[in-house]
């Protein structure tokens, strides 16, 4: 290859091949400049966004902000230093500060995450750190003997630190134990590992009865002729481009009690009206609703691969003598796999984050892990929210790439 | 030259917030209404001052959240005792000084014309409203009349609803197992007091909707989702007097507390912010306020001047939380239990909330 | 697919109880959008079909929630419907607000993700382009990753990113951004925002449309004569116009019905119809919200239409046949 093309040169005398590499860079860079607007607009406002959030996940301020005296001290005596006099003393001139910043409430909170109970310890500390005498050390202890706990030291060193990974630990549930180390938290507190958990247990239950409910109607819509099946595509695109709020409440007037769902099953006198359905405000509610929302995104990449799948196969399986439910499980069912595959990704992909729906008709028990991450951030725990945020975006970003393995993610499309 | 620049961006700020709006975050639905009534419009006739309404489920988590994030939208939020206390000893308030309030018309200085512990650091009171326990009387024609009904599932079976949240429904809970109410905060201070709230929770958690925002439960209740909620008294005598639904209330066992209306710090307007708050909590805007909604004026000088429901033929007196007669088994509200333990006491209730 | 004649009996009875199936699985899919339609005009104040409405009384029908859409927070007193009266609603009508604010945040949003896709989807359909596979994903990743986390990241960020007011930037951007000068609670915040989140619409349909693109006929222009800029106005833009105009109704779609990052990123200025709608569905679902519903179905029907429209036009131009 290279023999044949390195002695031939261009009309202005350029060799072939540096012309050609040329052309083809400068094709490169061409269309590399029409990509890159979109590419520096998507990093500056969502990569970086993104980029800041795990940032904030070990962003580690409420408490070494304003416990710069214990910190210094933290720095100078390493991991498994006898707690002296010196760090009580450092302590107490950090609360007096903090009390003078009107910040032992944002100090205790930082605390609180890894040992809870200690809001109140800090805030009442801090109230008579003025008043306080050495011994420092006695001195704490007599306000409570909490203060001398092996595990509240061990907190506390960790968050003296700019950025810890403490709020990855308490994002899987993990607290300090009493010796100071990390350890399960309380039966009581852990709730992460469980919503996580969860999430996903609904998600695989939405995403399975989209596919159940996706399948038959897909065949339908890839075998009717061309004029019927436009037809009825309408009804699975309509929803797709309806509001998802005016979705959700409409279930919302279906599935309540006095709803259109339980009149009509009254009417009927399949129920009582004094046994009437709870419907929203659970899980149900949740599911329902999410299968429906999440619906369109199952029927559509079903179609497209049942749609090129020969009608022939399966009469050529009948002629050769099979019954109709092995033609289905042995010739059909195969080959909508793919479709299977990139729905029921997708479908489960969106429905792992989802908020809206579950917070408007989840009731308590109808929430996902999203429903955790906006109720911190409302309560201003950033960090934690972030982490449980980061670790989320882990779980998705893998998905993603099966997603881009299995099907391709230039196969998306709609309608 | 830096001085006149100093001067003129000075002179341009004031010259900027005198013609600003100002935003009043509060609680939604009947109340705020109440608020639009009685403050918001009288306030934009005499000023000229337009004043815009955000809801919020609980201001005072937002106010937090916007001063730690330095992105404070509002300039006035209508908190409850305990986090206007918290919030103001987190340095997230503005002070407010007592003196410049209005004195009653008959010339009665603010400091004595308010309610006893009604005027603090950083905030105004307002009103006085209670948390009390709520029900369909067309399910309960006889009506539950203690709060140990409220967690009795087989004399009154029925979905409940509370506030997601721990406050007052701890009490409540106590409340209800018989802990007199003089001493439901000491037992609350006790892990073990607390156990034996979750433990009387638990009885109805199962079947137990929790509502967020003061607008759901009458909501819930006239939808039929619920037999019995707790809920603001005000909300439940909005919807039973004012649009006729059949909502009976039982006080047994109501928690009360103050209202009040603060500034968070970075506030766009704090000066319009104030003339707001001088403006309502004056005496005449609080009295009127109780013709919207059944909350007790903070002013000693409101009482007297608080006459009908806007319907003209209710008496309000009886509708106050702080009526004689429902004030058998009532527990005030302490702001020095939930200032330092409201975090704690809501993360373990969020987690037991969780978990199945 | 109609019945082959060899089909045994209980074949036939399943393909009619498929067609069953498949009716149910539509009823599912269509009925929970036209429920709010009748229940929109409920005299009552119920989200339940009254007996009257069922016996098609004209008593149990009535507009009076289309007509709060108009009165609730206006401004305007009470009495005839002149023009005083509806300039003062038009102004400070709750709704009519929030619906001048979808609409303009909407328009921006789509007219910035509409034209960067577009480019972008250009480039990325050249055969040249490097990295493509991955310059997509990253591309199509604000559709994948939950508006949750994007909206946090978003609302740590924007209220960092300020400009000051006194700088030249500040000047320019001075008016779409909040009184600090941040993208926090502005409205240029939730534009970006927005965009970021219809990108990925755009990218898909006009990455589609150009799949079935000759790229031969640039270069047949090119040939004859036909500078760049004349190539993509007369060969490029009239062939993939239905493909951007779809991608275009996409990403206003995305903005008209997002609320999770308005949630997170705006202020009480930024009061859109999805957050109207969130905060109205939380506390006290009033028919009114009913109505509101009833009119966006009405609006995603005309969209749809269209954009099926779009979509045969652009198959028929390209020589497709059949879906």
Request: hydrophobic share 50%; aromatic share 10%.
């Amino acid at each position: 290859m290279t023999d044949t093309t390195s002695g031939l040169t261009t009309s202005d005398g350029r060799p072939l091949k540096a012309a050609l590499l040329a052309a083809q860079s400068k094709a490169r860079r061409r269309a590399f400049l029409l990509v890159a607007p979109l590419l520096l607009f998507v990093i500056l406002t969502f990569i970086l966004p993104i980029a800041y959030m795990l940032q904030r996940s070990f962003e580690n301020d409420g408490f070494s902000d304003s416990a710069p005296q214990l910190a210094a001290w933290f720095a100078e005596h390493p991991d498994g230093s006898e707690i002296t006099e010196g760090a009580y003393a450092a302590l107490v001139a950090d609360l007096a500060t903090m009390q003078a910043n009107k910040t032992p409430g944002q100090a205790g909170t930082r605390i609180n995450y890894t040992v809870p109970g200690t809001i109140s310890l800090f805030k009442a500390a801090a109230r008579k750190a003025e008043d306080l005498t050495p011994p420092y050390k006695e001195a704490l202890i007599a306000l409570d003997a909490d203060w001398a706990a092996p595990k509240l030291w061990a907190a506390m060193r960790s968050a003296s630190t700019s950025y810890s990974a403490d709020f990855y630990r308490v994002a899987i549930d993990q607290k300090r134990g009493e010796a100071g180390d990390w350890a399960r938290g309380a039966e009581r507190e852990r709730i992460y590992i469980y919503l996580f958990v969860k999430t996903f247990i609904l998600s695989a239950i939405i995403t399975l009865s989209c596919l159940l409910l996706a399948f038959p109607i897909a065949h339908l819509l890839a075998t009717l002729p061309m004029a019927k099946s436009s037809l009825l595509m309408i009804l699975v695109l309509l929803p797709f481009w309806t509001s998802l709020l005016v979705r959700t409440t409409s279930w919302i007037v279906l599935l309540q009690q006095q709803g259109v769902v339980n009149n009509i099953l009254v009417a009927l006198g399949l129920i009582g009206d004094d046994g009437r359905l709870v419907m929203i405000n659970n899980q149900t509610g949740t599911i329902v609703a999410m299968t429906h929302v999440l619906l369109p995104f199952m029927v559509l990449p079903l179609y497209s691969v049942m749609k090129t799948i020969p009608p022939s196969y399966a009469r050529a399986a009948r002629s050769l003598g099979a019954t109709s439910w092995t033609t289905f499980r042995r010739v059909y069912l195969p080959q909508t796999l793919p479709g299977i595959a990139a729905g029921s990704l997708l479908v489960f992909i969106l429905a792992v984050g989802y908020y809206i729906t579950p917070a408007l008709v989840g009731g308590a028990d109808g929430q996902l892990i999203s429903n955790m991450i906006s109720f911190h951030m409302n309560k201003s725990n950033w960090s934690l929210a972030a982490a449980l945020a980061a670790i989320l975006l882990v779980a998705i970003l893998i998905l993603y790439w099966l997603y881009d393995r299995l099907v391709g993610i230039d196969r998306l499309k709609f309608g | 030259m830096k001085k006149l620049l100093v001067l003129s961006t000075a002179l341009t700020a004031v010259a900027f917030s005198a013609g600003a709006d100002v935003t009043v975050m509060s609680w939604g639905g009947d109340y705020t209404k109440s608020q639009v009534e009685a403050y918001h419009k009288p306030f934009t006739a005499a000023t000229g001052t337009a004043v815009i309404s955000v809801d919020s489920d609980n201001p005072a988590p937002a106010v937090k959240a916007m001063v730690e994030a330095g992105n404070v939208t509002i300039d006035v939020a209508d908190v409850e005792y305990a986090d206007a206390i918290r919030l103001c000893d987190d340095g997230m308030l503005e002070e407010i000084d007592p003196a410049v309030l209005p004195a009653a018309p008959d010339g009665t200085p603010a400091t004595d014309d308010f309610l006893p512990g009604a005027l603090t650091d950083c905030a105004v009171t307002t009103i006085v409203f209670s948390t009390i326990f709520a029900y369909d009387t067309t399910k309960f024609p006889e009506g539950p009349t203690t709060i140990a009904d409220f967690f009795d599932l087989e004399k009154f079976p029925g979905k409940r609803a509370m506030r997601k949240g721990a406050k007052a429904n701890m009490e409540m809970a106590l409340m209800a197992d018989g802990v007199p109410a003089a001493e439901v905060y000491a037992m609350l201070e006790t892990p073990e007091g607390q156990d034996r709230a979750f433990a009387m929770l638990d009885k109805i958690k199962k079947d137990t909707i929790w509502w967020e925002a003061g607008a759901q439960p009458p909501q819930l209740l006239a939808d039929g989702e619920v037999a019995m909620t707790t809920a603001y008294n005000g909300r439940i005598f909005a919807a039973a007097v004012g649009e006729g639904k059949p909502f009976g209330t039982v006080w047994d066992g109501q928690v009360y507390e103050y209202d009040l209306l603060v500034i968070p710090k970075g506030a766009p307007n704090p000066e319009g912010a104030l003339e707001f708050i001088k403006f309502a909590t004056s005496t005449q805007p609080l009295a009127d306020q109780a013709k919207w909604i059944s909350y007790g004026p903070a002013r000693m000088s409101s009482g007297p001047l608080v006459g009908l429901y806007q319907d003209g033929k209710t008496e309000m007196a009886p509708f106050m939380p702080t009526a004689e007669a429902n004030l058998t088994n009532a527990l005030a509200s302490s702001y020095e239990f939930w200032v330092d333990r409201d975090a704690e006491l809501n993360e373990r209730f969020n987690a037991w909330l969780v978990a199945n | 697919m109609a019945l082959p004649t060899y089909a045994s009996p209980l074949e036939k009875v399943w393909y009619y109880a498929f067609r069953v199936i498949c009716a149910v699985v539509f009823l599912f899919l269509i009925a929970p959008i036209l429920v709010v339609i009748p229940l929109s005009f409920n005299a009552e104040p119920y989200f339940t079909f009254t007996e009257k409405m069922l016996a098609f009384d004209p008593a149990g029908y009535s507009m009076r929630w289309y007509d709060t859409l108009l009165t609730l927070g206006s401004s305007a007193p009470d009495g005839p419907r002149d023009s005083g009266w509806w300039s003062a609603t038009w102004e400070s009508a709750t709704w009519i607000k929030a619906a001048k604010n979808s609409l303009w945040i909407g328009f921006w949003a789509t007219i910035l993700a509409t034209s960067l896709g577009t480019l972008a989807a250009l480039g990325l359909s050249r055969p040249e382009m490097p990295y493509r596979r991955l310059i997509t994903a990253i591309l199509i990743s604000p559709m994948i990753v939950p508006i949750i986390i994007i909206a946090v990241g978003m609302s740590f960020m924007f209220a960092k990113a300020c400009v000051d007011s006194g700088s030249a930037l500040g000047t320019i951007l001075g008016p779409f951004l909040s009184n600090r000068g941040c993208l926090a609670n502005s409205d240029l915040g939730v534009i970006v925002a927005h965009a970021t989140l219809g990108i990925p619409f755009v990218i898909i349909t006009v990455t589609a449309t150009m799949s079935g693109f000759d790229q031969s006929l640039i270069r047949a222009s090119a040939s004859l004569g036909a500078n760049p800029r004349t190539t993509f106005f007369k060969v490029i833009m009239p062939l993939i116009l239905p493909g951007v105009i779809s991608g275009a109704l996409f990403a206003f779609v995305t903005s008209f019905d997002e609320v999770v990052a308005v949630l997170f990123i705006a202020g009480p200025e930024q009061q859109t119809i999805p957050r109207q709608m969130f905060n109205g569905i939380r506390e006290q679902i009033s028919p009114a919200i009913l109505a509101v519903a009833t009119i966006l179905v009405i609006v995603s029907i005309l969209l749809l239409t269209t954009v099926e429209l779009l979509r045969r036009r652009s198959d028929r131009l390209r020589g497709v046949t059949g879906r």
